[in-house]
């Protein structure tokens, strides 16, 4: 606060020196130091007219060169007077600002050896107090050691009781692993027992063929559920097609989960694949049956069957696709060749 008040003084001081007195030249209008230029130029003038003693020469015939000559005279004094007015403030606003900052100069220094004083002072209290503490941290921590050396010969006794403790500990944790993991592997097989047992098992039973007419027949696919606990979000899909034989792998279609059901132990659903197609010579049809369902655990059961469509004495019957419908069977392959 105090170095603030006096930085705002200094500046005042400062502003104070640069003003300018302001005056009157012998026509009445304001002049300075610099404003005054424009008159010693006309005095300049006047100057050359005059002789060697300083003197305005007269002219032939002219009665008021006299008078003016006096009028430039003390036109000249009073900007000399102006001049030496206006340079003697200056000096005295300049001995002023300098005593000014002298006078601050002593106070800074003032107030810096007093600041200086308070920090010496304060550093020889820290001192002492530091020496206090280091003299009590030497006797904490001399007692720490001997605690420490202590507690060492305690736990070197109680180590080699806990390392002889621990052999039979590890002995006797052997024998307990190998129990666990025994008894781990048999709670797996009795867990997977039961879950074979507790879970639906879903499959294709049948595939009849169902004529509605001598032109028109169906493919009736039975799906059953062979284990013992329902099957949720049971969701299936099937397609029938005409392809050339031997016919290459495909993938299958995803099952319509729009479509899902419950499918309780031991019943069984159907889905038809109607409008069988007649193939002509060298294809066969092929009917595709995509399934999934929900395990009670969360986890999510598939399946899928191909079937195809054999066609003899004008009936038409279905079997299991076999690796020899496969186009890419060894026998087929021969027969490329």
């Known amino acids: 606060m105090v170095k603030a008040l006096i930085l705002a003084a200094v500046v005042w001081l400062l502003l104070s020196a ?8 012998a026509n009445g209008q304001p002049a300075t130091a610099k404003g005054n230029e424009s008159t010693r130029k006309n005095a300049s003038v006047t100057a050359d007219s005059r ?31 102006e001049d030496m007015a206006y340079w003697a403030e200056s000096m005295f606003w300049a001995a002023f600002a300098q005593a000014v900052l002298s006078f601050m100069g002593i106070v800074l220094i003032y107030v810096t050896f007093k600041e200086a004083r308070r920090a010496a002072d304060s550093g020889d209290k820290m001192a002492v107090e530091a020496a206090a503490a280091t003299a009590a941290a030497i006797k904490a921590s001399e007692a720490g050691q001997e605690a420490n050396r202590v507690n060492m010969r305690e ?11 621990a052999k039979e500990t590890e002995a006797a944790l052997a024998i307990a692993t190998r129990n666990a993991d025994a008894a781990a592997a048999q709670v797996e097989v009795a867990r997977q027992a039961h879950l074979a047992q507790t879970r639906p098992w879903i499959f294709v039973k049948d ?22 606990w329902p099957a949720a979000n049971f969701a299936k899909t099937v ?43 060298g294809y066969v049809v092929r009917v595709d049956a995509v399934w999934s369902y929900k395990l009670p655990d969360g986890d999510t059961e598939s399946g899928r069957e191909t079937f195809v469509i054999d066609i003899n004495m004008g009936r038409a019957s279905a079997r299991k696709m076999t690796a020899y419908d496969s186009a890419n069977h060894p026998a087929h392959a021969k027969k490329d060749k």
């Open 18 to 25: 640069q003003a300018q007195p302001i005056a009157n030249d």
């Open 51 to 81: 002789g060697k003693g300083g003197e305005v020469k007269a002219a032939d015939g002219d009665p008021d060169a006299e008078q003016r000559q006096q009028r430039e005279n003390e036109r000249r004094d009073l900007i000399a007077q």
């Open 155 to 165: 736990a070197a006794r109680n180590t080699r009781r806990t390392i002889a403790s």
């Open 207 to 228: 595939v009849q063929i169902v004529y509605e007419n001598m032109q028109k027949a169906n493919a009736v696919i039975f799906f059953h559920n062979f284990g013992n």
């Open 239 to 281: 397609r029938a097609r005409e392809v050339p034989y031997p016919f290459a792998a495909e993938p299958l279609d995803e099952p319509d989960q729009s479509l899902a059901t419950l499918l309780p132990p031991s019943e069984s659903e159907t889905m038809v694949a109607d409008n069988l197609p007649r193939p002509k010579a």
